[in-house]
């Protein structure tokens, strides 16, 4: 089996549990006795250690090899996994979020940096993108069973849940192990190598963060926007998500091949742009079937510029030190991740609960507008003319 086989059948089963669990934990921790407080804090937690791992991670990827960090990812998901079995009360959920969290940091950075490995910049994208097909496939599929599951009053429906999880989560962890190569030779120092461009770098960075910042303007209070805005009935917001769930089966590869083919800085900003201009209609929206037009226009949307913001992290820093690279590109996002939210919240709460997306919508545009005409002469993401 080779290695970008193995990736797809680790991430495919590391995947079936990883969306329930962001939909449903705050159920899952009150269920279990966790105040509201409680779980603000879980999750606080949560953002604070995959920030502070993501650069020793990179780090360690570079200096002991891929694999070891996959490996480790795997272990600690399917750790986590089983302390939710545990059946426990909000120490135990803490715990098990720690865990999860230091597993996130292993297991996507390590990802992240075997697709560079095993690619080219003629093929990165794509093969960002048949990845990501996977992990859709495999979140789609443990979302299914588990809604099957909890909504049909089974007893104990959620240490069933988990058991299963538990079990493909292990099954990822097979893969890694038996059917996974090293990407890398452990036998060459690496230690003497520099990433290439690092000041155009830092500014990627930094740029990334903000938009990091802008994108997670509306994403702790999206689904109560739906609640209050367009139906507050839970079986129908998930049917909102449905199509572009489906979708982003097959068509990230389409996509991934898209990039690799064509400017991947153009579709980069292209993507972002289009994304501004749909979420300034958001607010105007009140049809329910409308909306799920508009969700799965964000949807298609997002897959069409990703892998391209994905690649793009390897194009600028050359090939040394990719784990590095990537830990510090995960740790961009992730604080742009953390403020953003915030940030959001209070607008939400109050300002106004639509004008937090009319905001995001023209940060968005500004953003992609201005930030490629200054980065022109930085050489950045090169001439985004061309």
């Known amino acids: 089996m080779d290695n970008l086989k193995a990736l797809k059948k680790s991430v495919f089963f590391i995947s079936f549990p990883l969306s329930i669990i962001g939909f449903l934990f705050p159920v899952y921790a009150y269920s279990k006795g966790a105040s509201t407080m409680e779980i603000g804090l879980i999750y606080s937690i949560f953002a604070l250690f995959t920030i502070l791992m993501r650069p020793l991670v990179g780090t360690l990827i570079d200096k002991r090899g891929r694999k070891l960090g996959i490996i480790l990812g795997a272990f600690f998901y399917s750790l986590s996994i089983f302390l939710y079995l545990l059946d426990r009360n909000f120490k135990y959920l803490l715990i098990a979020r720690i865990v999860q969290s230091i597993g996130a940091s292993f297991y996507w ?35 299914t069973i588990g809604f ?29 192990i038996t059917k996974l190569d090293e990407t890398i030779d452990l036998s060459k120092t690496y230690e003497d190598e520099t990433i290439k461009n690092t000041k155009e770098f830092n500014l990627f960075l930094i740029f990334m963060g903000i938009f990091s910042l ?93 892998f391209a913001q994905s690649a793009l992290v390897i194009d600028i820093v050359g090939e ?67």
């Open 109 to 143: 950075i390590s990802i992240d940096t075997i697709v560079s490995d095993i690619s080219s910049e003629k093929n990165r994208a794509e093969k960002f993108g048949i990845l990501q097909e996977a992990i859709n496939k495999g979140g789609l599929l443990g979302t």
């Open 148 to 176: 099957t599951i909890l909504l049909n009053d089974i007893k104990n429906s959620f240490e069933i849940l988990f058991s299963f999880y538990f079990i493909t989560s292990l099954i990822s962890l097979y893969y890694t």
């Open 214 to 306: 802008i994108s997670s303007l509306t994403a702790h209070i999206y689904l109560i926007y739906l609640r209050e805005n367009i139906t507050s009935e839970f079986h129908l917001i998930s049917y909102l998500f449905l199509p572009g769930a489906i979708l982003s089966m097959f068509l990230p590869n389409k996509f991934g091949k898209l990039s690799d083919r064509y400017n991947k800085k153009k579709i980069l900003f292209t993507g972002i742009f289009i994304t501004g201009i749909l979420y300034l209609f958001i607010p105007l929206i009140k049809n329910y079937y409308y909306f799920m037009l508009m969700e799965t226009l964000l949807t298609i949307n997002s897959m069409f510029y990703g």
């Open 320 to 386: 040394n030190k990719r784990g590095r690279a990537y830990g510090k590109y995960s740790l961009a996002m992730g604080i742009g991740g953390i403020i953003g939210p915030l940030v959001g919240t209070t607008i939400y709460e109050y300002i106004g609960n639509a004008t937090v997306f009319y905001i995001k919508g023209l940060m968005l545009i500004v953003f992609c507008v201005l930030i490629p005409v200054f980065l022109v002469s930085r050489s950045v993401f090169g001439d985004v003319r061309n």
